[in-house]
């Protein structure tokens, strides 16, 4: 898949991306919210109170503002981004190691595209439930509000854990090469 043929390109895309989402959340958002961080940016999750609080404290202006500027732009192109960058850098980095290597090319790089599919459907999966709750903030239950925060949890643990596979993998193939030469 040529998508995973250039990792780089697919990072350095998302840093003005990442950029824009940061400026919005630390510029506009978190002073609108009395410092209050996005449901997104709680690495721990969130309680319904929290997420109703959050909503009220975004008023009507933020929560339109956070859905065109942010999920119906931003972050529908992040996820992917980071994801497939991820995957490629993964997909390098198990090339250096003699028993991912052989396994082929074409085998490799579908089991880095699968590796990611777990963080791609929890980021989406969470930007739609969060939209939702930014769509009908006082329609929202409280259900809703768990099953988000479950998304946002196992996003940054899916994330977390394709980054500690993914130095893993370096210090495999490091390791490889250092005994390839003694």
Known sequence: ?????????????????????????????????????????RFDGFKPMEALSWLTALGPRGREALLVWHYLTADLVFPFLVGFALAGFTFYAAREVPRLRQLGEDRLQLLCILWIVPYLLADY?????????????????????????????????????????????VWFGRRARSSDRA
């Open 1 to 41: 898949m040529r998508l995973l043929r250039n990792p780089i390109v697919l990072a350095v895309a998302a840093v003005p991306v990442a950029l824009i989402m940061l400026a919005l959340e630390f510029l506009y958002l978190r002073p609108l919210t009395n410092g209050q961080s996005s449901l997104d940016w």
């Open 125 to 169: 999966g969470s930007n739609g439930l969060i939209s939702a709750m930014l769509i009908d903030p006082v329609g929202v239950s409280h259900s809703l509000i768990r099953t988000a925060s479950v998304f946002v949890i196992l996003k940054h643990l899916f994330f977390g854990i394709g980054l500690v596979m993914l130095a893993g993998l």
